[in-house]
């Protein structure tokens, strides 16, 4: 058998694998349900890696990056859901059901 003492430690195991100091403290954040970009804030229930504030600034961020425009009618891409009409959001199942019984 050989020597292995445990617990390791997320750091012990990152130094073992190669993986750099900034990705250990990452999943260390993961690992106690923090954001894994400020450490600060509780992660988003959306989240796997963000916080809800982080998320948003990202979001920002590469909107910005990649040149995003508001949608048009006319234009590319979903509609923002506040502009969906009745016929277009999803039917519930009680929609569904009351349907068929009608
Ligand atoms: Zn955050």
């Known amino acids: 058998m050989g020597g292995q003492k445990y617990p390791v430690t997320l750091a012990e195991q990152g130094r073992k694998l190669g ?3 900034q990705r250990v403290w990452q999943l260390q954040r993961t ?3 923090l954001c894994q970009q400020c ?6 229930e959306h989240s796997t890696a963000f916080c809800v504030e982080c998320q ?3 979001r920002e961020r590469n909107r910005k990056r990649i040149g995003s425009q508001p949608w048009r009618p006319g234009g590319p891409g979903r509609p923002p859901i506040g502009l969906l009409t009745n016929n277009r959001v999803r039917a519930t199942v009680s929609d ?3 349907g068929v019984e009608k």
């Open 31 to 33: 690992a106690e349900g």
């Open 39 to 44: 450490g600060v804030n509780p992660r988003s």
């Open 19 to 21: 993986v750099s100091r």
């Open 56 to 58: 948003d600034s990202n």
């Open 96 to 98: 569904v059901t009351n």
